[in-house]
């Protein structure tokens, strides 16, 4: 019978670090195209097009708040989206060899 060894919990954070960085590549250029498409200036005028119609709704009618919803998540992920990208930016890249730090 072959004897099995725990891995430490150095060995499970750096494979950790490992998997978040293969995760953090493979994801990169969705994101990237996510943050395109919410950097269209279509896009920000749905958001405009849609204030400009809440403005008629009754204010405590449910459309009204659903229609705020919306343009807050618009505005919000077009926002958020380049501090993502720079963060899986940089959780993707190679990290360096000890003997190059």
Do not use: C, F
């Not at 490992?18 to 920000?44: D, F, N």
């Not at 005028?45 to 919803?69: C, F, M, R, W, Y």
């Amino acid at each position: 019978m072959t004897e099995t060894t725990t891995p430490t919990l150095a060995e499970l954070m750096a494979q950790q670090t490992e998997l978040e960085r293969q995760i953090a590549a493979a994801t990169l250029s969705s994101v990237q195209a996510a943050q395109a498409v919410m950097a269209r200036a279509s896009t920000g005028k749905v958001a405009d097009d849609l204030e400009a119609l809440q403005a008629s709704l009754p204010a405590n009618g449910t459309a009204h708040q659903q229609i705020g919803n919306v343009i807050s998540v618009i505005r919000n992920v077009a926002t958020w989206l380049p501090s993502e990208v720079s963060r899986l930016e940089a959780l993707a890249a190679e990290p360096q060899s000890e003997e190059a730090a």
